[in-house]
Nanobody, 123 residues
Framework: QVQLVESGGGLVQAGGSLRLSCAVSGRTVSSSSMGWFRQAPGKEREFVAVITWSGGRTYYADSVKGRFTISRDNVKNTVYLQMNNLKPEDTAVYYC????????????????WGQGTQVTVSS
């Protein structure tokens, strides 16, 4: 059984930083592309970042490019999202996803989702 468990969310002031973690069990993080998505109140879930299973290439939504960094630790079987220079518009529930699929900056969620972690950025 595949499980994804996010942690690291919280309340931060604009300009601050947070690092989200996604601990994966039941499969290795390098066996499929892993992504982060977010959903703000009243909005649809949107793609944030992905790291591909082959080559570890990374892609980002334009809104976070240059501020967020996705990475993975194959030993700890964990995926991370480092978020710097946070803005109030980054406030959302952030979800880890497994088997993320797509190309370029158009990615969709795969079969596996975490429960989500709340990120709130105050102005």
């Amino acid at each position: 059984q595949v499980q994804l468990v996010e942690s690291g969310g919280g309340l931060v002031q604009a300009g601050g930083s947070l690092r989200l973690s996604c601990a994966v069990s039941g499969r290795t993080v390098s066996s499929s592309s892993m992504g982060w998505f977010r959903q703000a109140p009243g909005k649809e879930r949107e793609f944030v970042a992905v790291i591909t299973w082959s080559g570890g290439r990374t892609y980002y939504a334009d809104s976070v490019k240059g501020r967020f960094t996705i990475s993975r630790d194959n030993v700890k079987n964990t995926v991370y999202l480092q978020m710097n220079n946070l803005k109030p518009e980054d406030t959302a529930v952030y979800y880890c996803n497994g088997e993320t699929h797509g190309y370029g900056n158009k990615w969709s969620g795969g079969n596996y989702w975490g429960q989500g972690t709340q990120v709130t950025v105050s102005s």
